[in-house]
């Protein structure tokens, strides 16, 4: 009877897929199409990585922080080609408090797990507790999120439904919030998973002078034994251990089952473990490349006397080092070379999913059309403002490779003086290429912020005086517009070169060459502003396409 569930579940599912054409991107494809695949397998920011079976499916979900929509749910049939189906998270909760742009807040580090015909996502916000999210139809609507257990500092959650019927939920802490870090523990919920019905009994201590920063746990049960992975050492330079216990309060016996070894791939760590209806295992996990963000890599998986092998290990010490380039899973047919998409046209009435805002959209944000284009309104800066650290309607798109250009054409529309739109690299450090109204012109311009987070100011400069393409009556004032393609090229370092045109023939190089930066725990990301000085009407920015290209 559970099995007929489960196959109308995944009936039900393929009802509400979404006919959706298949991309190739131009700037990174991991699959080679002869069987073989490199890392990353996802060449972009889709950091604290978790991923789940569900018979020929695997489905895939990572941390947005204080980005929305959130809860990114990719879909892959062969774990090489992925696309963004979904996100599980309209807003951010609490919302009025995530209705600001609060950079490094949010949703940390999900897990993914399908029991009964659910899928189940839950995660931590170190400000406000951990948190669930529910639904029988991963391409629909999932429901609304539900506190599972307030509270500060506790992060990277993770159930497990056990045998009996009894559910579990690990969890780590930061040191941030609650003032310790480098332990994991163990608590009972409900039969429902919806909350916390005992205390929190400490399952693993990383400060042991060996495994410290342990966090991001993934709990697993397989032969009897209970099975924690998590990643140990820190974000770029850490590895991978995993613990097992005959109880799921331990004690807990430890291994490093992944490390960088000889191998240029660092902090190989934090991620999940998948079986695939031909019998292999794999682990999916990222790598931190600083302003690229933290990238998506495939390692296949062993197990040895009931223990993981992740990634090659040659000298058979049960610890193995991650691959650059492998074999493709094995699958009962060959799926085609897909990847998420970058490009848009703007051509249809919902936002691409790659897209996503710096804060919970709100309509001022800006809208959709049938038109041909979306529509960015100018965020009003506040009285005090000293840079773009507190802008929420930033629209942006995670970098999608190493070295790719991205041209947007936009139309910019302004009454006011000091109204400013266009294109901006953000992160730590930001640049953008806008257009400015002042009187009867507009002006090209650049601005440089290093460490925008500590409140430092913009270094503005002037790059060109333009012309309007337009001016109209609207209302008490007119109303000047200025239609200009901005191009940035990416090249390997991070290192952005700005150009525009007029025509969208003939591109100037304009500015200095800006070297991106990771922002706080995403990486640099691409897109359009519009911005507004304080207590003025709004000026608008319509994007009539943005293209990603190599």
């Known amino acids: 009877m559970k099995g007929l569930f489960f196959i109308l579940s995944l ?32 060449h972009a920011d889709y950091s604290d990585p978790d991923v789940c079976a569900v018979g020929e499916d695997y489905f895939l979900t990572a941390s947005s922080f204080n980005c929305t929509p959130g809860l990114p749910i990719l879909h892959s049939k062969d774990l090489v080609n992925w696309k963004i189906v979904n996100y599980a998270l309209k807003k951010v909760e609490p919302v009025e408090y995530y209705n600001e742009a609060r950079h490094g807040k949010g949703v940390w580090a999900p897990s993914i797990r399908f029991h009964e015909g659910v899928f189940y996502i839950y995660w931590g916000d170190p400000d406000f507790g951990i948190f669930m999210v529910k639904t029988r139809d991963p391409y629909g609507e999932w429901d609304k999120p539900v ?45 429902e998973g919806t909350a916390v019905i005992s205390d929190p009994v400490l399952v693993f201590d990383g400060n042991d002078g060996v495994n410290h920063t342990i966090e991001g746990a993934k709990f697993y049960k397989r032969n009897g034994f209970y099975y924690l992975f998590a990643p140990a050492g820190g974000v770029v330079s850490g590895w991978q251990l995993v613990m097992r216990s005959k109880d799921v309060y331990g004690p807990y016996e430890a291994r490093i089952v992944m490390a960088q070894g000889k191998t240029d791939i660092n902090g190989p760590h934090q991620g999940g473990w998948v079986d695939t209806p031909a019998g292999e295992s794999w682990f999916l996990h990222f790598q931190d490349k600083g302003a690229y963000g933290r990238v998506l890599h495939l390692n296949p998986m062993k197990w040895v006397n009931d223990w993981p092998v992740i990634g090659v290990d040659k000298d058979g010490d ?80 995670k970098f ?115 070297k991106a930066r990771q922002g706080k725990w995403i990486g640099a990301k691409v897109g359009m502003f519009s911005v507004t000085p304080h207590g003025k009407e709004r000026g608008w920015l319509d994007v009539d396409w943005f293209r990603v290209e190599k």
């Not at 780590?172 to 919920?189: D, H, I, P, Q, Y």
């Open 11 to 42: 009936s039900v599912c393929s009802l509400f897929h979404p006919a959706m054409a298949q991309y190739r991107s131009e700037v990174w494809v991991s699959d080679e199409g002869n069987g073989m695949y490199r890392n990353p397998v996802l």
């Open 147 to 191: 506190l599972v257990k307030a509270g500060k500092g506790m992060i990277d959650p993770c159930p497990l439904w056990d045998d009996d019927g009894r559910v579990y939920l690990a969890h780590a802490w930061a040191g941030s919030r609650a003032k310790f870090n480098s332990v994991l523990t163990v608590c009972e919920m409900n039969k």
């Open 318 to 397: 049960g610890c193995g080092d991650p691959v650059s380039r492998y074999r493709k899973p094995k699958t009962d047919k060959t799926y085609p070379i897909e990847t998420p998409v970058e490009s848009d046209e703007f051509d249809t009435r919902k936002l691409g999913l790659q897209w996503e805002w710096h804060a919970n959209y709100q309509d001022v944000f800006g809208f959709t059309t049938n038109m041909g284009y979306a529509r960015i309104y100018g965020h009003e800066l506040s009285p005090h403002f000293k840079n773009f650290w507190e802008v929420p309607n930033l629209l942006m798109q």
């Open 400 to 514: 999608p490779a190493e070295e790719f250009t991205a041209t947007a054409k936009l139309k910019v529309s302004a009454k006011d003086d000091g109204q400013l739109s266009g294109l901006i690299i953000m992160g730590w450090d930001y640049s953008w290429i806008g257009v400015e109204k002042q009187e009867e012109k507009f002006l090209l311009k650049q601005a440089v912020c290093k460490d925008a987070e500590q409140g430092n100011l913009e270094q503005v400069s002037t790059l060109a005086v333009l012309e309007p393409s337009r001016k109209f009556e609207a209302g008490l004032f007119p109303n000047y517009e200025r239609e200009i393609y901005i191009r940035v090229h990416v090249d390997k370092g991070a290192y952005c070169r700005f150009s525009y045109s007029l025509d969208g023939k003939k591109f100037t190089e304009a500015g200095t060459l800006f």
